[in-house]
């Protein structure tokens, strides 16, 4: 079946840097990726969908200079959380869909922790 | 705009005993539907999925969905629970088979010896 990993998957970081997770797909190539947040207890949330050499599609509420995405290969997506705050704190979970396949694929997750 | 209710964050149930687990959605076009199950700390897997054709879906562990779509529903069932299917479970809608899913709010399963 296809595989998709994340890396890390726990982060703590302080307020004001910047991580960066990737989000790769082991054994197809994934021209759409999602990205998704969920808080604790609660449900996912579609923060944005990135299309291979493409810029990515950001939801509604979602800040794209905070939440920087890239998407430069059929197997690896990039999510960089920049200035991060306490109030980013949040479980990362990004799914991969390939060329002729409208299931997606989903990551382990990233728990992301800003102290 | 498509959207997603699951009735019910909290279900317990005994072991050997049934589970139903309750979705209806809302969409404008045909509907593509989705159970995943999400252990804690984890990342999401597909239980099943229906998007045409024979309306009784069966997936893995023991997992079967019906779509109703004159009640545009989707509920979960499992003849008998196992300590093993105690987790998150969400349904999830899309507008087709390319588009973004939206998920429901999730229903915890809680089995009891």
């Known amino acids: 079946g296809a595989v998709v990993s994340q890396h890390p998957s726990w982060v703590i970081c302080k307020s004001g840097t910047s991580v960066k997770i990737e989000c790769r797909s082991l054994?197809?190539?994934?021209?759409?990726m999602f990205w998704y947040r969920q808080f604790p207890k609660q449900s996912l949330m579609l923060m944005a969908t990135s299309n291979e050499g493409s810029k990515a599609t950001y939801e509604q509420g979602v800040e794209k200079d905070k939440f920087l995405i890239n998407h430069a290969s059929l197997t690896l997506s990039t999510l960089t959380v920049t200035s991060a705050h306490p109030e980013d704190s949040s479980f990362y979970i990004c799914?991969?869909?390939?060329?002729?396949?409208?299931?997606?694929?989903f990551g382990p997750g990233t728990r992301l922790t800003v102290t | 705009a498509q959207s997603v209710t699951q009735l019910g964050s909290h279900v317990s149930v005994s072991e050997g005993a049934l589970v139903l687990l309750r979705c209806n959605y809302s969409?404008?076009?045909?509907?593509?539907l989705f159970w995943y199950v999400q252990y804690p700390n984890q990342g999401l897997q597909l239980l099943l999925k229906?998007?045409?054709?024979?309306?009784l879906v069966k997936g893995i562990n023991g997992f079967e969905a019906e779509f109703k779509k004159s009640e545009t529903s989707f509920h979960l069932t499992k003849p008998s629970a196992h300590m093993s299917d105690a987790a998150e479970y969400f349904c999830a809608v899309s507008e087709g088979g390319f588009q973004k899913l939206v998920f429901g709010t999730g229903t915890r399963l809680l089995v009891s010896p």
């Open positions: 969409s404008s076009v045909p509907p593509y």
């Open positions: 229906y998007t045409t054709g024979a309306t």
């Open positions: 054994d197809f190539q994934a021209t759409t």
């Open positions: 799914s991969a869909q390939g060329r002729n396949s409208y299931e997606q694929y």
